[in-house]
Structures are given as C-alpha cells and as structure tokens.
C-alpha cells in the first residue's frame, strides 16, 4: 500500500480523525541513515507523529518541527514535517540497538529515555513560529505527543503510531489520531471511550500486516460515531530540501581564510546533510570560485 495520509470526522464533527502510512518512507529514512531495528522505529514513530500533527495546519507552507531529547542512549531525535506531505529527520546515534523490552518488542522507550523532553515547533508561514516544550512521560514517542497535545494544546487526543522492521527491512508503519475538539471536549465519556478502543488494539502495524485499509482501521476505532472520511487520499514522501547550491552557500559563509585552508590542505571539501545523508562534494575549482566570489563583493 503507497504511503498516504487520509482524513475524517466522526460525532457529528466533534472528533478529528487523522491516518497515515509511512512504510515506504520510513524504509527510505533506514537506508539513508543505516538504522539500527530500535532507531528504525523510533525515527519512523516520530516521523508518522510529525505527518499526522502537521495535517490540521492551514496555511500552505506550514510545517512541524519535532525535537526528541532524552537521557537513552539514541541521543535524541530531530524530525520536519510540512502540510504538503513532505517529512525528513535524523537521529544523534542511528546505530544503537538494544534488547526488546519486557513485551518483546522494540524498546523505543529504553532507547530514547524517559528523562528529556519533546520540543514541537510549528511554522504557519508567516510572523514567528509557535514553540512548545513538555518533560517526556515514557520515550514511545506517541504517548509523548499525545501528552504534549493535551498539556499544550488542550486538545484531548489519542495516538497509535508504530513501526514494524526485520532483517528485510520495514514492512508496516504509520499511525492515527484522534482528537476530540473543543465543541465536543466537555463530554468525558467520549474522550474516555476514544482512549479505551486505542489502548484495547495490539498496535497499528499488526492492522497493517493484516491487510488493513487507513479506512478499515478507522471504521474499527469510530465506525459507529458517525465516521465521516473525507475525499482527498494525500501522498506523503521522505524528501529534503538541501541541494549542492545551499551547500556552496553554507561553505562561502566559513570565509576566504577557511576556504583558502581547504584548498590548500583538502584540496576540496566533503558536507553531509544530517537529513537525508547525502553527501556532497565541492572541488577545488569551486572553492576558488567562492574565494573569488567574496573578494568582488568586498571590492
């Protein structure tokens, strides 16, 4: 199934629901960055998250940054993600794994840490972006982004994001949120009911390999609330926004005594995007060109 994100409502628009798929894109993320299983589903985690929270925005443009900083031994986490279906991140230690947790699954949680916090900023295109900070309650990532809609959003949500990867690589991953809105908000039963049918579900990637649509898993959590999907099926990509130009850039900034000393000594210079891992190389014919570049600007 291609990666997509889907759409929906349900009690009479007094719940948002929100699906997506990321197994292409996570698979993707794996081999550039040569990911452990453990770093696979926690970059994936936080990459489903980043999609799903930037789906609400408005403004085209809009874009969700998500900061993971625990005391695990992965280091921590940076993720971007764009209205557009657009998402990209890195971890600090992409090698680390560890032994399955107490469940025996991936331990997201022992790998990320418990001590830290999430940091979430979002971009509406314009003016200064909204920033957010929350201490982290268990490193799964999912339960740290619904803490965070919650405590700083006020939003009452739940979210199932998951990543299943083997010695073939990633075979499901994705997530959903739900979250009850402000006119609906006042009824408990109904934010205790949407909590209940999450938690009673063995994950979101055992739906996937299933055989189970974005819809099919909707109708399973909200089919009998009135569950509205909306029309539109979004495509959602792993895609970076660097190129060699950006990196010329970045390196004319180091200044004519820097670049001269990478002439002389390098001969060239080598930059890799921490996003993407692609590596980039400039030789020593641009790099004088750069030297000559500042000097007519400084004439």
């Not at 993720?79 to 680390?96: C, F, H, K, Q, S």
């Given at each position: 199934?291609a990666d997509q ?5 349900a009690?009479d628009?007094?719940i948002?629901?929100v699906g997506?798929?990321?197994t292409r894109?996570t698979?993707?993320?794996?081999q550039?960055h ?14 489903s998250?980043s999609l799903l929270?930037?789906?609400?925005m408005?403004?085209?443009?809009s874009?969700?940054n998500?900061?993971?900083?625990g005391?695990?031994p ?8 764009g ?6 991140g890195?971890?600090?230690?992409p090698?680390v794994?560890?032994p ?8 997201v949680?022992g790998?990320i ?5 999430l940091y ?5 295109g314009y ?10 309650v268990?490193g ?6 619904a803490?965070?809609l919650m405590?700083?959003e ?17 075979s499901?991953?994705?997530g ?5 809105l ?9 934010v205790a ?6 938690s009673?579900?063995s994950g979101?990637?055992?739906?996937l ?6 819809t099919?898993i ?15 099926v ?6 970076c ?8 850039g ?9 670049l ?5 000594k390098?001969?060239?210079?080598e930059?890799?995007?921490?996003f993407?891992?692609?590596?980039y ?8 060109q750069?030297v000559?570049d ?6």
């Amino acid at each position: 199934m291609a990666d997509q994100l889907i759409r929906a409502t349900a009690a009479d628009g007094g719940i948002r629901a929100v699906g997506v798929i990321t197994t292409r894109l996570t698979e993707e993320a794996r081999q550039r960055h040569q990911l452990s299983y453990v770093a696979t589903a926690a970059l994936g985690r936080a990459m489903s998250s980043s999609l799903l929270l930037a789906s609400n925005m408005k403004r085209e443009g809009s874009r969700v940054n998500l900061r993971i900083k625990g005391n695990g031994p992965l280091g921590g986490l940076l993720v971007d993600a764009g209205l557009d279906g657009t998402v990209r991140g890195y971890i600090e230690n992409p090698r680390v794994e560890l032994p399955p947790n107490s469940k025996g699954k991936l331990d997201v949680g022992g790998a990320i840490g418990k001590d830290g916090y999430l940091y979430v900023v979002r971009d509406i295109g314009y003016g200064y972006p909204y920033s957010s900070t929350v201490e982290l309650v268990s490193g799964e990532i999912g339960d740290d982004v619904a803490n965070y809609l919650m405590t700083s959003e006020q939003t009452p949500s739940a979210l199932l994001v998951g990543v299943f990867v083997s010695s073939k690589g990633v075979s499901a991953s994705g997530g959903v949120l739900l979250q009850v809105l402000p006119k609906a908000a006042r009824d408990e039963s109904l934010v205790a009911l949407l909590d209940s049918r999450v938690s009673q579900l063995s994950g979101f990637t055992p739906l996937l390999r299933a055989g189970k649509t974005l819809t099919e898993i909707m109708e399973q959590l909200v089919g009998d609330l009135g569950l509205s999907i909306l029309p539109e099926v979004q495509m959602v990509r792993f895609d970076c926004r660097c190129s060699f130009s950006r990196v010329l850039g970045a390196l004319k900034m180091l200044g004519e005594a820097e670049l001269r000393d990478m002439i002389e000594k390098d001969e060239g210079a080598e930059a890799t995007c921490q996003f993407c891992g692609e590596v980039y190389k400039a030789t020593k014919e641009e790099l004088t060109q750069l030297v000559e570049d500042l000097r007519a600007g400084s004439s």
